[in-house]
Structures are given as structure tokens and as C-alpha cells.
């Protein structure tokens, strides 16, 4: 005996609710990262760049789809570009009192503004009232200023003692963060950060950080340090170090001067005001060093909000009060008072009350304090941060060619900024009144192009293209051209009780489910209607099965359920009820769709020792390839497990066990994966890939591990919920499907073409021949049977193994390429006879050789050519004559007069023992000899090797053929009554 595998016996997910597996084009190349992300509130993101916005939407480019699209700015979450640190391009970085930071040169001061000349925004006006500082990041002898930010540290991975990755930031951290007023935030234990600055032998650094607890750090530069040892703050070099002081613990800030000369070991440190605290002398370390700076929060989280380096000044830096307003200069000095303004390059300050203003020449001056006050996180709609250290919170009034204007709380008008640096967008922009929230994803369609999910509506437009409206989005969008696309629709709960006639499934061999309603259907191929693609004919080289009125599956909530099988065992011996079941050793049950959902639970209700095997995605066929997993419940422990060799569990976990208490055991049942959880604790994720997922069946048996005895097993208050939108399959047996597949090797040149399944799991294999809207037309031997189409809930396409072989030559000549040519005429018959209008597809392909019936269709009838294919014409013909055709070798086309059935047969096929009946032309002889009757339209058709006999008849002759069965052939075999009513 050889086999056939089918290309889908049972039907895959999808169906009423769901659509899954949409390729309408092919995969794409691999193309280079796209520059930006766009993230919505419910996580799911798009690859692209921002285009244009206006107060309300954003548009967005993707190159996943054709056009841009407008989306809602408050179904958004943020957008991030990954973008490397760039540099400064101004003088002076200015702190914001609502914790934005900007940089410009500065142009002037008065009473109301603070205007700067700036790379990023042009020239722009800021509320005085609304500047904290100003710093100057370049010039004098300033040889590294900051922090803008982020930009220019780099976070390093640490070395634990014995040279292991110490802990690293989570996952989702993927950049340092940066904090208000430019600060640099390191949210996390033990992050260290570097940036690579050359130093002189002789600097002066200054620097100050926060935390919210009693600050914990460590500042490195040359080989030296200043660092905390608990409490105290120390500067060490080598191995000397020099005490500074004591932090107390409710210390949340703290700055810090230190002067340093390398080559003779001398320092001083100054507190932040000026004040002398220490000063050493060190060994010179002569060893070697790094043009690295080095910070390492020790603590809960550190913000250096402060870091200073400039050459070595020979004065010591004075005493002042940082708290006041002031200046602070290029030689060290401070001058405090009142800051009038800015004219001509000098800035104007009041030393005293009764003072006159003293002019300062802006080149001389390091930074200006207009305000004591921190930057503080002001909440806003938008925070906007850049490559070189710029954020700007507010909210966005526009974005047009590469230019965004910002409302803000700092600026009169709104203020313009080049985006070419932007990093990230983050967004908190409150949803309007009267704007409906968006819907749970169970309510909404799901897309899935080139990798990236999205939800939201499935919008059919009546052409080829896919229209999808993108959540928070106005119009809908179109998928490119060469993208793989896949579509899951779903309808509301409520919908599908009203629903008296779901769709049919088409499935084809590309992977592809489309769901639709079946107009025609026939060897060559199907003719549908879908609201999802034009497409209007599948061939029938392209059709892996069609699942007929694709109901959704049900829950299964008993033991009790028609789904479950004894497979070892039997009534007897395996007790059960709608709540509880016990499985004594050497038994085993299955449930061959518990699978197809999304969640099986049930519990263990054992007293004493027991183990037992559950087999995923079964079939009921060897199943080679599934997993089986171990449940050992030892009372005290559980141990579970996938079945290894020699009684062995693989992947083991163990758990306490629940002292004599039933077991919760749950399946989490996703799309690529399991999870398994034991007593609500989850103990495994397994990725479960389609060569292990041959089935949708789940066997429960007892067994034994480590070389224990098996037991009895007893479970109870089993549920499995139905995946959403998945449709009921029927569950075919593994005897019924080998029956189905097996073909006698005299048969091996001409194999079936077609399987059909019925509700209760029969097969019935042959050929289909056509299809009208309540009977199928099926071959099977040598008889033509009529199915009513009601029994009959999935057609499969049969292919070998391997794909193809001389056996199937049919197939790819029932496809016939000839005949998909375009029609080259335009006429119009208003009465043509069947061979009048056959001969004019004659002259349309004249390498194809018609074949009319044997007798003369005398009628006349009405038929327009034009715009059709050959093969579309010979359909129409076909359907207006009502005749049928079928295409034999050497390109001949047979067209023929389908045989009548009377309307009170019955079909159904039995499987006896193979030449039970004898030869196949005696088999009518045979059955009446024995008093089974053949009225008008009966007919019987017996295989001898294969086993399988069908018989159109009435309910009576049935009966009596099952007591002939019973009586003379020793029964029906396997799965009797194909595609007759279950009872």
C-alpha cells in the first residue's frame, strides 16, 4: 500500500470570527531598519518617520504601507528614532524652569526675555521668568562642560569579581535617561557611565549630584577618584586616599571643587560654595591611564546635574553664595547681585544696592544663574529629547519639511525646532471629551505585514488593494505592494447567534484562509465570493481544502463530551461523569479538537501517588512528533516534566504539593508556544512549532517515571475554552484516516483527488466532480454519488508525498493553462445551441480538443462573449446548459450530462474486510440475491483491495445491508457511515 498525505486534513485555525493567514502578496527582501518607531497606548508599534502633524494627529510614514496616515495623538504613547550622540553646536546650554534645556548663544537679557541665536530653533525669545541658567559648554578654558544630557556618555557593561556580567539594566532600558534642566539620570543600582574627554595633568573639576536617598557614587578621571565609603567622601589615588568629610544621612545633594596636579601628587577640595575642606599631597601614580571619565551610581539612583573640567587656575576659587543670582567667570571669580541685562556684548550686573551696574564682557562669563531654583518635571502633554542633550516639553502645533513648532510654557509664540536630531517623543496628551476609548483587542481586527502586528479595522474597498483603518487613525491605509499580509477579522460576540449561514473557509496551499461564500465548485477548481479579495476563481492546484459553513468552535466543559474518545481501555473500565474521571493503568482518553483553544484547565484530584502523560496536538496516528509531557504528583511533591528516555523527565521542575488537595493543572495555548501552569505557579514555557503541532488532539493516560508503579490517575472539572473566532473541526480518527490515505498499488497511477469529511470525523475519498447549493457531486470508484451538501464539512485536496508524482498528472491537467486565455471576440448570441456556442471556443483554442455529449442538446439559449477567459466562458456555458465538464489527457475537454439521483436516496459508505464482496462487477448480482433492493436511481460501487463500499439507496436497503454486514462480512470496520447523519 502506498499513501497520501493530505495538505490539510484537519482544518486549521480560523473561521466565523477569524480570517488567519492572509498572504495576498509575497515576502519582501530584508530592507534596512527603518529610522524611527512609533508606539500606540497599547503597545503595538510602527516602523517609519514623522512626516507632518498638526495639534490632533500626526502623520506617518511607514514603509509597511503605501501612504502616510494620520493618527490621533492621544491613542499614542511615543516615538523613538535611535540616533547616536551628536555635538553642541552652541556657546551656552540653558535650564528651564519647567525642566526643559536648550541651547543657543546668547544675544540679549532684558527684564522680560532672554533671546538667543540658535542652531536648532533660530532666533528665539524665552520668558526670563521662565530661565533658571545659563552654561557655557565651549571656550575660555573650559575643557568638557555638561551634562546636555545624555549625550556623549556611554553606559558600560560592569565585571564582577570573578569576571561575570554583573547586573545589567532591564531589558527595556535602552539608553540613559535624561532629566530635567539636561541632568543626567542613572535610575538604576550600580550603572556606570563613561565619556572620553583627554585631561591635563594639572584640572580643576566641579561637579554636583542628587539622589534620593544619601547619594552613593564614584567620579574617576587620570587615577583619580572622589568617591563615597558609606558615609564618608573620600579621594583616593592608587592606594592613598584623604577623608573629606562625613555625609549625614539626610543629605539628598551634594557638590564638590577639587584642584589636582598629577605630577606632584597635590590637591584641594572646596564644598560648592567655595569653602576650603581638604587639601593632600600623593604619591605620583605612574601607572598607566585612559582618557576616560568614569561616574558609577553605588546607590538606589544618582542625577549629576553638575560637571565641570577647566585648565588649572592659580587662585583658589572663592567663597560665595551659590543660592543667590550671579555670574560666574572665566578666572575663577564670582560675582553675585541683580542682572540687568545684555547690550553689546556686555552683561549688566548691580554688585550691590547702592552700587552702580558693573559691565562684564559675555566672552568672560561661564555661566549666568538667573534663578536658585531646580528645574523641576512640570507635567506636559509632550516631552521632545535630542541627539545633542535638547528636550523641549509643551505640546506640538505643527511639523512640515523637517520643522515643528511648539507651544510651550517658556516662549511667547510657539517656537520652531528642527527635528533632524530628534530622539523620542514622549506623549501624555489627554483624550478629548466625547472621543470614544479604544476597544480591547478581542473586539478588533488584527494585521499582521512583514512581522509587525497591528489592530484595528479590516476596511474591504471592492478592489484587489487591503484597506486598513490603524487604530486612532482617520482614514485607512494600504499595505505596499510586496508586503506578506495577514488578516484576522473578528465581529462582535453577539453577532454569530444571528447568523444563520457562516462563511465557507478556503485554504490554499500557500497558506493562505479566505473566507467567503462558494458559488461553484468542481475538479478544476472553486468560484467564490469574498469581501476580501476580487479574486473570484481558485484553481484547483492551488487548494489545499474548503471548509464548508465554518461555525466556531464550542467550549468543552464535561467529561462527558461527544469529542472524547476511549482510545485504551473501555466504558468499562474507565468510569466517568460529566464532573470527574478515573483512569485505571493501561487507559487513556483523548479529545482530538481540546487543543484547538486557547485555555485547557482541569485538576488532579488523586489521593495517593500518581503520573500520568498528557500528549499535545495529537491526531491519533503515531504523532511522532508531539510533545508529551509529565505530570508525577508523589503527594508531599510535584514533579512535571517533558517524557525523556529510560522513564527520565526533561526540563524538570518541581514544586511543593498541596497536601491531599486537588491540583489546579492549566494550558496556556498560544499561537507559537505552551504554558504550562501547576497549583497557579507557571513551570514551563515551551515553543511549539508546526512540525510539532500535527493535530489538535490531547491524549490523558497514566504512566509511570523513575521507575515507579503506575497507578490509577483521577482528574476532574475539565474545561477547554475555544480559542476566539476558531472554527469546529470535525475529528478524524487515525483509522479513518488511514483508510482514506492508503491506496492499493494498482491503484497507485490513479489515486483519489479529494477526501471529504462529515460532522461526526468520516471520510469518504474520490474526486468531486461539481457542486450546486445543496448536493455535491462526488466519484467514488466507479460510481457518481450525490452528497447532500449539509453532511459534508470539509473538502481536502489530496497531494503524494513529496508534493507530486505520475499519480497526479490529472490534476495538473484538469488545470488545462489553455484555457485561462482571454477570449479574443465580442458576441452576442440571442439563440445559440450547445454546439453553436462550443465552436466558438473552438476557434478560441484551437490545441484544445472539445467532446459533446453523445446525444443532441436540441435547445436553444441566450450567451454574450467578451471580457472572460476561455475557461470562464466554459463555466458559463456549463452552468446555463446545465451540464458539467471534465478534462482528460491530450488536452481533451469532456463535456457531459450529470447522471439524475432520486431525491430520497441516501448516501453513505462502509468499510468491510478487503475482498469480502468478491470481484466489483458482481457486487449488484451479489446484494440482490441477498434481498437488498436497487430501485430507480440506486447504485452501489465496491472496491475489493481498499475495502470500501458506497451505496446510493433508501433508508431500508441501508439497514439491510448493515445487518448483511454484521451477519456475513464480520461487521463494519473502522468509521462506518461516511457522511451520513450522526445519531
Request: glycine share 8%; charged share 20%.
Amino acid at each position: 500500500m502506498s499513501h497520501l498525505f493530505p495538505s490539510l486534513l484537519l482544518i486549521a485555525t480560523g473561521g466565523l470570527l477569524a480570517v488567519s493567514g492572509i498572504s495576498l502578496h509575497a515576502q519582501s527582501a530584508d530592507a534596512a531598519p527603518p529610522p524611527a518607531r512609533l508606539r500606540w497606548q497599547n503597545s503595538e508599534t510602527l516602523p517609519g518617520e514623522m512626516v507632518g502633524a498638526t495639534e490632533t494627529t500626526v502623520r506617518w510614514k511607514s514603509p509597511l504601507f503605501q501612504e502616510p496616515v494620520d493618527v490621533a495623538w492621544w491613542f499614542l504613547r511615543r516615538m523613538d528614532r535611535t540616533l547616536p550622540a551628536v555635538p553642541v553646536a552652541d556657546s551656552f546650554t540653558v535650564s528651564l524652569r519647567d525642566g526643559s534645556q536648550l541651547h543657543g548663544n546668547l544675544v540679549s537679557i532684558s527684564n522680560e526675555a532672554v533671546t538667543l541665536a540658535s542652531t536648532r530653533h533660530g532666533e528665539v525669545s524665552l520668558k526670563r521668568s521662565e530661565v533658571l541658567n545659563l552654561r557655557r559648554l565651549k571656550g575660555n578654558d573650559l575643557l568638557w562642560s555638561g551634562p546636555v544630557g545624555d549625550s556623549g556618555w556611554k553606559l558600560e557593561k560592569q565585571q564582577s569579581a570573578a569576571g561575570n556580567s554583573g547586573n545589567q539594566p532591564p531589558a527595556i532600558v535602552l539608553q540613559l535617561l535624561p532629566g530635567p534642566g539636561g541632568a543626567l539620570v542613572l535610575p538604576y543600582w550600580n550603572r556606570l557611565v563613561s565619556l572620553t574627554q583627554k585631561l591635563p595633568e594639572k584640572v580643576e573639576v566641579a561637579f554636583k549630584v542628587r539622589s534620593t536617598q544619601r547619594p552613593e557614587f564614584q567620579l574617576r578621571f587620570r587615577n583619580f577618584r572622589v568617591e563615597t565609603w558609606g558615609r564618608e567622601l573620600v579621594v583616593v589615588s592608587g592606594d592613598q586616599y584623604k577623608s573629606l568629610r562625613m555625609i549625614d544621612e539626610a543629605e539628598r545633594e551634594l557638590g564638590l571643587r577639587v584642584r589636582w596636579d598629577e605630577t606632584t601628587g597635590k590637591g584641594q577640595a572646596y564644598a560648592g560654595n567655595g569653602e576650603p575642606m581638604s587639601e593632600w599631597t600623593f604619591d605620583p601614580d605612574k601607572s598607566s591611564r585612559d582618557d576616560k571619565i568614569q561616574l558609577k551610581g553605588r546607590g538606589r539612583d544618582l542625577t549629576l546635574e553638575q560637571l565641570t573640567f577647566q585648565e588649572w587656575r592659580e587662585s583658589a576659587p572663592p567663597r560665595h553664595d551659590p543660592h543667590q543670582v550671579h555670574l560666574e567667570l572665566a578666572d575663577g571669580r564670582v560675582v553675585t547681585g541683580a542682572i540687568r541685562s545684555s547690550v553689546g556684548g556686555n552683561i549688566y550686573i548691580e554688585p550691590g544696592e547702592d552700587g552702580p551696574p558693573l559691565a562684564v564682557e559675555l566672552a568672560n562669563v561661564n555661566a549666568i544663574l538667573l534663578s536658585p531654583d531646580r528645574p523641576a518635571v512640570v507635567p506636559a502633554e509632550m516631552l521632545l529629547t535630542y541627539a545633542d542633550g535638547t528636550q523641549l516639553r509643551g505640546r506640538i502645533d505643527s511639523v512640515k519639511d523637517g520643522q515643528a513648532l511648539l507651544k510651550t510654557s517658556f516662549s511667547s509664540g510657539p517656537l520652531p525646532t528642527r527635528t533632524d536630531a530628534l530622539r523620542q517623543v514622549l506623549l501624555d496628551v489627554k483624550r478629548p471629551e466625547g472621543v470614544p476609548a479604544e476597544l480591547p483587542f478581542a473586539q478588533m481586527d488584527k494585521l499582521v505585514v512583514q512581522g509587525t502586528s497591528l489592530h484595528g479595522r479590516f476596511m474591504p474597498a471592492g478592489d484587489a488593494a487591503v484597506r486598513w483603518l490603524l487604530v486612532g487613525a482617520e482614514q485607512p491605509c494600504t499595505p505596499v505592494s510586496e508586503a506578506a499580509v495577514e488578516i484576522t477579522q473578528v465581529v462582535p460576540a453577539a453577532l454569530p447567534a444571528a447568523i444563520k449561514d457562516p462563511p465557507s473557509l478556503f485554504y490554499t496551499r500557500a497558506g493562505d484562509v479566505i473566507p467567503g461564500r462558494l458559488i461553484s465548485l468542481d475538479a478544476t477548481g472553486v468560484e467564490l465570493e469574498s469581501s476580501i479579495t476580487t479574486a473570484r476563481r481558485l484553481p484547483g492546484g492551488s487548494l489545499a481544502a474548503v471548509q464548508f459553513q465554518a461555525a466556531a468552535s464550542a467550549d468543552v466543559t464535561s467529561f462527558l463530551d461527544a469529542g472524547w474518545q476511549i482510545v485504551k481501555g473501555s466504558d468499562k473500565t474507565v468510569k466517568r461523569t460529566e464532573k470527574n474521571i478515573e483512569l485505571p493503568v493501561g487507559s487513556g482518553v483523548a479529545h482530538w479538537s481540546a487543543m484547538q483553544s486557547s485555555e485547557v484547565k482541569f485538576n488532579i484530584t488523586s489521593t495517593n501517588y500518581s503520573t500520568f502523560r498528557l500528549t499535545f496536538f495529537a491526531t491519533g496516528g503515531e504523532d511522532k512528533n508531539c510533545m508529551r509531557f509529565i505530570v508525577a504528583n508523589f503527594g508531599s511533591q510535584i514533579y512535571t516534566g517533558t517524557e525523556a528516555e529510560d522513564g527520565q523527565l526533561g526540563d524538570r521542575n518541581q514544586l511543593p504539593g498541596t497536601g491531599g488537595k486537588p491540583v489546579p493543572v492549566r494550558l496556556v495555548i498560544q499561537e507559537k508556544a505552551v504554558e504550562i501552569f501547576i497549583n497557579g505557579s507557571k513551570q514551563h514555557r515551551f515553543t511549539v512549532d508546526a512540525t510539532r503541532r500535527p493535530g489538535t488532539g490531547l491524549i490523558i493516560e497514566p504512566c509511570s517515571v523513575w521507575g515507579n508503579e503506575a497507578t490509577a490517575v483521577k482528574l476532574a472539572d475539565f474545561s477547554s475554552r475555544a480559542a476566539p473566532g476558531s472554527p469546529g473541526l470535525p475529528a478524524v480518527t487515525a483509522e479513518a484516516r488511514t483508510q482514506a490515505l492508503s491506496v492499493p498499488r494498482f491503484r497507485k497511477e490513479h489515486p483519489p483527488r479529494h477526501v471529504l469529511i462529515a460532522a461526526n470525523g468520516d471520510v469518504l475519498r474520490g474526486e468531486i466532480e461539481a457542486a450546486t447549493a445543496t448536493h455535491l457531486g462526488f466519484r467514488s470508484g466507479l460510481e457518481t454519488l450525490k452528497v447532500p451538501r449539509d453532511r459534508v464539512k470539509a473538502a481536502v485536496w489530496l497531494q503524494p508525498p513529496g508534493g507530486t508524482n505520475e499519480g497526479f498528472d490529472g490534476d495538473r491537467r484538469a488545470e488545462l493553462p489553455a484555457l485561462d486565455r482571454m477570449t479574443s471576440r465580442r458576441v452576442n448570441y440571442s439563440s445559440a445551441t450547445l454546439s453553436t456556442l462550443i465552436n466558438v471556443l473552438k476557434a478560441e483554442v484551437t490545441d484544445v480538443k472539445f467532446q459533446l455529449p453523445e446525444k443532441k442538446d436540441g435547445r436553444s439559449f441566450k450567451f454574450q462573449f467578451g471580457v472572460q477567459t476561455v475557461r470562464e466562458a466554459l463555466d458559463q456555458i456549463c452552468a446555463l446548459v446545465g451540464y458539467r465538464y471534465r478534462i482528460e489527457p491530450g488536452n481533451v475537454v469532456v463535456i457531459e450530462s450529470p447522471p439524475p439521483v432520486q431525491p430520497d436516496m441516501v448516501l453513505r459508505a462502509y468499510w468491510l474486510r478487503p475482498h469480502a464482496l468478491g470481484k466489483a462487477d458482481s457486487t449488484q448480482k451479489l446484494l440482490t440475491s441477498l434481498k437488498l433492493e436497487f430501485p430507480p436511481g440506486s447504485s452501489v460501487s465496491w472496491n475489493p483491495a481498499a475495502g470500501l463500499l458506497t451505496m446510493t439507496n433508501n433508508a431500508v436497503n441501508h439497514d439491510r445491508l448493515k445487518e448483511l454486514a454484521k451477519e456475513k462480512w464480520g461487521g463494519v470496520l473502522g468509521t462506518p457511515h461516511p457522511l451520513a447523519p450522526v445519531v
